[in-house]
């Protein structure tokens, strides 16, 4: 099945720089890599996502970027804010058997004043 | 505009016992995932459901473990015997469509003493 990998575990940046987040996927089939934000006791929150048809994908602040050849993704974080403080959790989903999502292991962001 | 609902938000359960937990989809959607997600852990995949149907329950452990998402009335994913081991916290997400965006519930989280 489906294996996905995710670096850095943790990551601490002062605020307003960037932060970037790598994550690899085994599965050359996968077509569906969406990244979603959980704070501390809340549901995770899709923040962006994007689908094996484009390279890069751009939304204010946050942008990710896809390399099929190489299956990895990237989510790129700039201007950083204490907010942005949480868990972030790439995924990886193949077509077929309804997308079920295969999560990487998180990385602990903190923003720092 | 409710999103996806879950209840109880916290269950305390004895070893032995029994543990339903209830999700509710966003409105328009009929595809339900449950998640498992262990302290410090990522979400781990267990089944996923349309209406009356199981479409796939690979991540399900086989005993102990159903779900079921009927006609009428929400999903409910039900843990017969708990043990230490259930401990969790169980979130569910919905979607409008097998390839589709997955929304997120606010979990249950699950404690057996």
């Known amino acids: 099945g489906e294996n996905v990998e995710q670096h850095p575990s943790t990551l601490s940046v002062q605020e307003g720089d960037s932060a970037v987040i790598k994550c690899t996927y085994s599965?050359?089939?996968?077509?569906?890599f969406p990244w979603y934000k959980q704070e501390l006791g809340k549901r995770p929150q899709l923040i962006i996502d994007?689908?094996?048809?484009?390279g890069e994908k751009k939304d204010q602040r946050i942008a990710v970027t896809l390399n099929k050849t190489a299956k990895h993704f990237s989510l790129h974080i700039t201007e950083t804010q204490p907010e942005d403080s949480a868990v972030y959790f790439c995924?990886?989903?193949?077509?077929?058997?309804?997308?079920?999502?295969?999560f990487g292991t998180g990385t602990q962001l903190k923003v720092e004043l | 505009n409710a999103g996806v609902m879950q209840n109880p938000r916290h269950l305390v359960r004895r070893r032995g016992q029994e543990a339903r937990l209830r999700c509710s989809p966003m409105?328009?959607?009929?595809?339900v995932y449950w998640y498992r997600q262990l302290p410090e852990e990522g979400l781990k995949f267990m089944v996923y459901?349309?209406?009356?149907?199981?479409?796939?329950e690979s991540g399900m452990p086989k005993e102990r473990f159903s779900a079921e998402f009927p006609k009428e009335g929400p999903s409910i994913l039900r843990i017969q015997q708990v043990v230490r081991g259930d401990s969790a916290a169980y979130f569910c997400?919905?979607?409008?469509?097998?390839?589709?965006?997955?929304?997120f519930g606010p979990g249950t989280r699950l404690l057996v003493l």
């Open positions: 995924a990886a989903s193949k077509p077929g058997g309804g997308n079920k999502l295969t």
């Open positions: 994007i689908r094996s048809n484009v």
């Open positions: 459901l349309q209406k009356e149907n199981i479409i796939d």
């Open positions: 997400a919905s979607s409008s469509g097998g390839a589709e965006t997955q929304y």
């Open positions: 599965d050359s089939a996968s077509n569906y």
């Open positions: 409105k328009g959607h009929s595809h």
